[in-house]
């Protein structure tokens, strides 16, 4: 069963918003600032490892990306919704 994912912007530039048909997290939200962060969050260490992502913010259905000030969104969002459904394909 294929994975929709939604892309919607947010009033940061820096950021997107991408809504996912399946639970992201169990917990209310949950936020990482760096790889090192993601240790042990299989998805979120796929994120991370895009070129450009600077964080990752889990909430049950979506995930917030946000870029650093050289990263590319149509570099980004590609590979962030490949990460995204590679990881829920497993």
Request: aromatic fraction near 8%.
């Amino acid at each position: 069963m294929s994975v929709e994912i939604r892309v919607q912007p947010t009033p940061n530039p820096n950021s997107l918003l991408f809504h996912v048909d399946r639970t992201v997290t169990e917990e209310r939200m949950k936020q990482f600032n760096s790889a090192d962060d993601a240790t042990g969050a299989p998805l979120a260490q796929a994120l991370f490892a895009i070129e450009g992502v600077a964080s990752v913010f889990f909430m049950p259905n979506s995930i917030t990306v946000s870029k650093g000030p050289d990263g590319d969104w149509e570099a980004i969002v590609p590979d962030a919704e490949e990460a995204i459904r590679s990881h829920f394909s497993d």
